[in-house]
């Protein structure tokens, strides 16, 4: 894994109206290789219940700016110290369906425990970049959709969780700055769903 990679890239400012939101790409250093965090999602929430997602949440007028807004969220959903990460850069921001343009922070955190810090979070999953890696547990589909045309889903199946949607579209560019993976050629299928199937 590169992270030099990460903070060479010239990262992508979305020209948005949106409400901005900043997450936290945290990798995890191990003796058997670097691991990345995932949070799960509270089954109660009206936004993406039940699904993978990067500690992080919307911005508040009391933040200096979107890094502080991602270490805000990360304290408060995994209670990750402020001082506690090292950034390495970001990724590109992203627009989601929930009227969200997120910043992704790609950071290096501690390896030490971690647990929900609110009801938002429902579980905290650290997956071995390895596994995330593996051809093997990836898929990928076409989705049309009335609004917003076709759209890309890429899903990776690790340890019993699924991480797809929004959060997988940001790994797909992590992964893809930091390793040597690269997104398979577009699927042929185009699948027909609704706006609830999207991220």
Not at 86 to 113: C, N, W
Not at 152 to 169: M, Q, S
Request: charged fraction near 30%; proline fraction near 10%.
């Amino acid at each position: 894994m590169d992270l030099g990679a990460i903070t060479a890239h010239d990262a992508v400012d979305a020209d948005s109206d949106l409400r901005p939101a900043a997450v936290i790409v945290p990798v995890v250093e191990r003796p058997n290789g670097p691991h990345v965090l995932f949070t799960k999602r509270a089954e109660h929430l009206e936004d993406h219940p039940g699904q993978m997602s990067f500690p992080g949440g919307g911005y508040e007028p009391e933040d200096d700016d979107l890094r502080a807004t991602a270490r805000r969220e990360a304290d408060e959903e995994i209670g990750l110290d402020p001082a506690e990460p090292s950034f390495h850069g970001r990724l590109d921001d992203f627009e989601t369906v929930t009227h969200y343009v997120i910043r992704p922070f790609v950071a290096t955190v501690p390896d030490r425990p971690y647990e929900p810090g609110d009801d938002e979070v429902a579980e905290i999953a650290v997956l071995a970049l390895a596994d995330i890696l593996d051809p093997d547990n990836y898929e990928t589909e076409m989705r049309e959709h009335p609004s917003y045309g076709r759209v890309r889903l890429h899903y990776f199946h690790v340890d019993g969780y699924t991480v797809w949607g929004a959060t997988a579209a940001m790994l797909v560019q992590f992964l893809e700055l930091a390793t040597d993976w690269e997104s398979p050629p577009d699927p042929e299928q185009v699948l027909d769903h609704d706006a609830d199937s999207l991220p």
